[in-house]
């Protein structure tokens, strides 16, 4: 029987697995990792835990390409 709850469980994962992303790059001596994890839902950050986005909001995120511009339009 399916509940229905597997992007939720897999949502949490991938925070849980950002977070201890996050958290390993402040605990390294070389201090490589990055400050910050952007989600489509908010920001994780190691010291501050999550922040939601608010709602209605629409992150610009710079890994997505950018569409082309039609050339003689």
């Known amino acids: 029987m399916k509940c229905g709850s597997e992007a939720n469980a897999d949502y949490n994962a991938a925070k849980n697995i950002g977070m201890r992303y996050v958290r390993r790059g402040q605990q390294s001596s070389r201090r490589t990792g990055d400050s910050q994890l952007a989600l489509k839902s908010g920001t994780l950050k190691p010291?501050?835990?999550?922040?939601?986005?608010p709602d209605g909001f629409e992150a610009e995120f710079t890994d997505k390409p950018h569409p082309q511009h039609a050339e003689g339009v």
Request: aromatic share 28%; glycine share 28%.
């Open 47 to 53: 010291k501050g835990g999550f922040t939601a986005y």
